[in-house]
């Protein structure tokens, strides 16, 4: 038997509020920037409440599956369950600060400690234009070390205006989650990471529940 009480559980996932359209005609607004609307209905015969959703795939804290790139022809639900959850590396990049306004590049300098098979979590408190990104220098690192999945909080997958990352981890079969938060509250260095997808067909990208179990040994 798993305990639980052994781990903190860490949220990694956004709230997501939505715009609701009620059956009495109510209208309830939402507060996403991307288009998340949900219409309520009633179900018969058995007069529950359901919804129908209106939303982009890319939406809250989610995770980018292969076909995200258009030369893929492989998608989430062709990555086995192992993709989505195991060890995952925390690493912070918040002594990395913005020169003039603008992102630095993350090295493989800073990404010795990535070993084969594991999910790499990077996080800094940058936001748009001034945080870092990974340079295609550090994505090759990457992909050599072995990393199964990539999670970014306040990190640019690659240099503002280019798409060489996403192609360097997507037509390998490394799925990237974005929308991440909370790795700041994450005390040590490794973590058990879990984010599985909606398990559909032919979808890019799916919504995900992220949850970091922390050892309260470490």
Not at 149 to 174: K, R, V, W, Y
């Amino acid at each position: 038997m798993i305990d639980l009480a052994r781990y903190r559980l860490i949220d990694l996932s956004k709230e997501l509020n939505p715009g609701v359209a009620k059956v009495n005609g109510e209208y309830l607004h939402g507060t996403e920037s991307r288009r998340l609307e949900l219409r309520q209905f009633i179900f018969q015969p058995d007069g529950m409440a359901m919804h129908w959703v209106d939303a982009e795939s890319h939406i809250g804290t989610h995770v980018e599956g292969p076909n995200h790139h258009p030369r893929s022809k492989r998608c989430l639900a062709d990555l086995p369950l192992e993709t989505f959850i195991g060890e995952a590396i925390v690493l912070d990049f918040s002594d990395l600060r913005p020169i003039g306004g603008k992102g630095r590049p993350i090295t493989p300098s800073r990404l010795a400690g990535v070993r084969k098979g594991d999910i790499v979590l990077m996080w800094s408190p940058y936001a748009d234009a001034e945080s870092p990104y990974i340079s295609p220098e550090a994505a090759q690192h990457l992909l050599e070390a072995g990393a199964k999945m990539i999670g970014i909080q306040g990190i640019g997958l690659e240099a503002p205006g280019s798409t060489a990352n996403h192609e360097a981890f997507l037509l390998n079969d490394i799925p990237v989650v974005e929308g991440l938060q909370n790795l700041d509250k994450i005390r040590g260095k490794r973590v058990l990471y879990i984010g599985l997808p909606i398990r559909m067909r032919h979808i890019d990208s799916s919504w995900i529940r992220a949850v970091a179990l922390e050892d309260r040994g470490e």
